[in-house]
């Protein structure tokens, strides 16, 4: 079914997203470049166009935390925040999925202090790898809008039970105005349904009782577990995590339905990988740079494809490898650093899915874009002619470079 | 305000069942028990991590015959917040009945006066139709008796220890709760658990107050404060002899004394020099026997605060 059209940025679409998902309370802090997220969500509450209770706290800490609460109360939540303010709910990341509740949270990408910077790289999300919160990035303001719509399901859904973050560009997709297709706001609302609360089992009751704060059932949530319990808590969420793949592959199914739209299997899409040479793996808005670059490559009978990680926790690395079976050479591109590290951490992570393969492909790190600077086509043409250098069997000088960086 | 009796408190099924760890005379679960009598059901319970929290809830173990959630240490009072507006979003959509669900915060000093006080500013800001309930031992317990907003002058704990340089906490203990009143919220007061009937006459009266509200009561520690696990009770009726933790409330803007605090306003013969408050425990040991001039100081400290609640309740 296609929608209407509507020239939004990303900011715009998300808070689109979130205006028909059937949100019950939304809390959230201003910070740049998230901000258009919450003065549009503000609009609507003001002007009665949807029925959440917004909470305007005092820091993203306290945002995090009505959310939480509101969300183990029964509660379908949202926040949004950038950069410091997903630094300053950092505790607090553990702590949403530690007790398995559902939020979804987005978070518009930008460079942490110091020095202080409002442009766009990922390490402000990325740092927030091991967190336990699922983790999209977009690639546009149309995958922006779609990824909430799909995340309150996935989060909400009984085998996974976990918070997601979905993450887009600050400026280059927050900012920019772009023709996004929204659907009808009926089909949005069937498609989500209703947060509805999993029933867990408790054994001093003796029976199943739905896992929020009711003010009735005698529910303890939060509670200590020493060396005895702690680690058998990580491993469920662990487990969750795992199960979260078929999930977002499923909903994405589902979404196809509705929408017409997907994004390949929900977790990775790729253009042109089959057969080629030399393949760029990207997260974010810069996949389309490097897609319009492989295109004009390939015209001219270069044999180079691009893999879009959608889906960074889980990190789909059985996808991955199977995807990209054959390619003599990968260039991964990292919008952060891991200062001390060889190489960013979805080079490591990618880098390492392919140490069991008998025939291991080259891998290199190209880091890029920190702190808002450009990535340009002719960059990225140059690393490709890198790449095919390299799956010709030339030796790479290095294997982790730094982009457009001056020294 | 009528109150209630020792017979009808026995009868309310507790909500905070026996089985938990705390020491032997902390007076927090009594602080708890005494509140939640006097709160009906249906209630939500948000506790800031503490002595309360790990005390309660080893896995696989609960004490409490209520929901409860413990969130972090400086958020008790925003995550208590998303609860008030959960509730309120699922009744607009029909999710939920229309009943009141009251929600009583639990936090100690740490988690109030320090790294907990710009949530709880936020909370009261915004208006919540919460109870906050402080109970207040004065340090950092749980961690090992370590120095708060809350510590009071000259007391010697971990951090503020009694050394050659620096005879213990040199600075005097936070007015939190006056604190609270300049927030403009409608109902703050102050309560020992000794002083019973007041404190539950003090949780009535908040919990038929709609907006934020705050109750800050005194929670002796025998571990922290180094004296017999049988005296709580005794120290906290010497606390208010010695107008150390006067006792008051605060509604709409008017100051009231009450209990004992009222009477000794209106007999000031009856109140008793801070040196009885302060000799019955070790951590000022320090201070009865070789620093005669820091009792001169809290003393002094003591009188001017009673002096001046003594003018804001206008008590002739």
Partial sequence: MLGTVKALNGAEAVALAVRQCNVDVISAYPITPQTIIVERLSEYVANGEIYAEYVNVESEHSAL??????????????????????????????????????????????????????????????????????????????EAYDTVIQAFRIAEHSEVQLPVM????????????????????????????????????LEYLGREVPAVLDGITPISLGI????????????MLIEAMSKAKSVIREVNNKYREISGRGYGDGLITSYGVEGADAVLVIMGSAAGTVRHVAKELRSKGMRVGVLKLRSFRPFPHEEIVKALRGVKAIGVMDRATSPGAYGAPLFNELRNAFYDLDDRPVIINYIYGIGGRDLEPLTVKHIYEDLLETAKGVRPSKYVSYVGVRR | MTSISIKELVKVRPKLLPGH??????????????????????????????????????????????????????????????????????????????????????????????????SLSGMIERGHNILYVLYDN???????????????????????????????????????????????????????????????????????????????????????????????????????????????????????????????????????????????????????????????????????????????????
């Avoid at chain 2, 902390?26 to 005494?34: E, F, M, N, S």
């Avoid at chain 2, 959509?93 to 790294?115: E, H, L, M």
């Avoid at chain 2, 951090?159 to 939190?176: D, E, F, N």
């Avoid at chain 2, 020992?192 to 509200?213: E, F, Q, R, Y």
């Fill in chain 2, 21 to 118: 760890r705390h020491c032997p005379g902390c007076t927090a679960p009594i602080i708890v028990k005494l509140v939640l009598a006097v709160v009906d059901e249906p209630v939500v319970v948000v506790n800031a991590t503490g002595c309360l929290q790990v005390a309660t809830t080893i896995f696989p173990y609960t004490s409490w015959g209520v929901p409860w959630i413990h969130n972090a240490f400086e958020n008790a009072a925003a995550t208590a917040s998303g609860i008030e507006a959960a509730f309120k979003a699922l009744r607009k959509r029909g999710a939920i009945s229309d009943d009141k669900v009251n929600i009583v915060v639990f936090g100690g000093d740490g988690g109030t006066y320090d790294i907990g006080f710009q």
């Fill in chain 1, 224 to 235: 200590i577990a020493l060396s005895d319990y702690y680690y058998e808590f990580k491993m």
């Fill in chain 1, 166 to 201: 979905v993450n887009l560009d600050g400026f280059y997709l927050s900012h920019t105005l772009e023709n996004v297709s929204t659907l009808p706001d009926s089909v949005v609302s069937d498609f989500v349904g209703f947060r509805r609360p999993v029933n867990v089992k």
């Fill in chain 1, 65 to 142: 935390s009505v959310c939480m609460g509101a969300a183990a109360a029964g509660a379908r939540t949202f926040t949004a925040t950038s950069s410091q303010g997903l630094a300053l709910m950092w505790e607090l990341l553990y702590v949403t999925s530690g007790l398995r509740l559902p939020v979804v949270m987005a978070v518009v990408n930008r460079a942490l202090s110091a020095p202080i910077n409002i442009h766009c790289d990922h390490s402000d999300s990325i740092g927030a790898r091991d967190s336990g919160w699922i983790q999209f990035y977009v690639e546009t303001s149309q």
């Fill in chain 2, 138 to 316: 004065e340090a950092y317990m749980n961690t090992g008796i370590q120095r708060s907003g809350g510590t009071p002058y000259g007391a010697s704990t971990t951090t503020s220890p009694y050394g050659t340089v620096i005879p213990g906490k040199p600075q005097h203990k936070k007015p939190i709760a006056d604190i609270v009143v300049a927030h403009k919220a409608p109902y703050v007061g102050t309560a020992t658990p000794a002083h019973w009937v007041d404190l539950i006459n003090k949780v009535k009266k908040a919990l038929s107050i709609t907006g934020p509200k705050f109750l800050h009561v005194l929670s002796p520690c025998p571990r922290g404060w180094r004296y017999d696990a049988s005296m709580s009770i005794e120290i906290c009726k010497l606390a208010v002899d010695t107008c150390y933790f006067p006792l008051w409330e605060c509604e709409k803007g008017t100051w009231r004394l009450t209990d004992r605090s009222l009477i000794i306003a209106k007999n000031p013969a009856l109140k008793k020099p801070v040196e009885e408050f302060i000799k019955t425990q070790e951590r000022f040991r320090h201070i009865m026997s070789e620093r005669s001039e820091m009792i001169k100081e809290l003393q002094a400290y003591v009188d001017a605060m009673w002096e001046d609640l003594l003018k804001r309740a206008e008590v002739k």
